[in-house]
């Protein structure tokens, strides 16, 4: 056997460093069988490979047969578990930023708690060393493994709350707990959207083009201002919008659940109630006189027993109607919306639950202020059952007249 010359013998050492596991085992036998006649006691010798790697690697060649190692079960240990104290002092400087607390002590006090931030704070306020520290790439690892992730902001906190809120909702969840238990009661959500300003506006967002979309400096002088009103059946995800043209009021509300139901009806008529989730809003408000007259002459006009159940006020989030408002938005979003048809032809193809959408389009002139006098409400209070310990947020309508065929 001639002795390799020394640049060989380099490169050989420097491949086999590129190599790992069955691989590199596999490359240090072969080179000991090609030129050092299968002697794992020469590679060991001659390269300093291992003496017992090298026989495995040997016995994998002859066999055919390749051993797989724990290799990923190797490596360093997570850095806390190394070092406890260094995880209890993270959560001492950072514990009270991470909770909200406006006196947090002074090292993150109007600061974004940041990997490098933390890792200076340790220096400043724990004794640290620089050292002694891993680099600010391992701390974000570390700070993700202690729980202390990047988060969105949370619209969790209600403005207000008034001391019935438990009672309305637990209102809301025995109404939706008899709706599902009766295949005669449709379940349905309705509210309206932030009115849409047509014309060539700028809008958030982003769409794909050969070239940027091109939009006025200045949203001024709409062309048309468009109210959506959503109805969505809550166990299906069928959703209707409708948009209206002039005004938001109760008048608009009842005709777009008149139009809703004079289809609907046709496909679902074994349904004889309707549970109407909805906000207390001024132009739905169980204390508008409008709307309930219209909400009579519906149940009347139909033969649908209609209870509208409330939520409580600042908590419209609840609504199922309100996530499909986000879905809309980031559908047309980065889009001009520059014409009604336009419009209506986005809201057509937006999808929920995998749905499209039925879009109508309604452009009577509606009338703000319509009232109806006190003499005149006191037969249509009549009709109305309410709750007795929440008149105001649960409200049940009963047919009188024969339905209409």
Known sequence: MQPLPEPTLKTIRHAARLLT??????FQAQVTHDYLDGSARQAERVFG??????????????????CLGRFTERGRHPTEEDNPQLAQDIRELVEPHAQGDPTSPAPFAYTRLTAKAVRQALIDHKGYRDEELPRERTFGNLLNRLGYRLRHVQKTRPLKKIKQTD????????????????EETLRISIDTKAKVQVGEFSRDGEARGAGPVKALDHDMKPVATLIPFGILEVVTGLLTIVFGTTRLTSDFVVDCL????????????HVKKLVINLDNGPETSSQRTQFLKRM???????GLVIELVYYPPYHSKYNPIERCWGILEA??????????????????TMTWKGQRPEVHLIETEYERGRRVGKEEMKGYEARLQRCGTLPRWSVIITPQEVPMG
């Open 21 to 26: 596991g069955p691989k590199r085992r596999r």
């Open 49 to 66: 490979w291992g003496r017992d790697t090298v026989q495995l690697g040997l016995h994998e060649l002859r066999s055919g047969i390749t």
């Open 167 to 182: 009672a309305i909702f637990a209102n809301v969840e025995r109404a939706h707990e008899q709706a599902a238990a009766s």
């Open 258 to 269: 008149e139009q809703w139901w004079q289809v609907r009806r046709k496909c679902l008529p």
């Open 296 to 302: 009579v002459a519906l149940a009347d006009r139909f």
């Open 331 to 348: 559908h047309w979003n980065g889009a001009l919306l520059g014409s009604v048809e336009t419009v209506l032809g986005w809201a057509r």
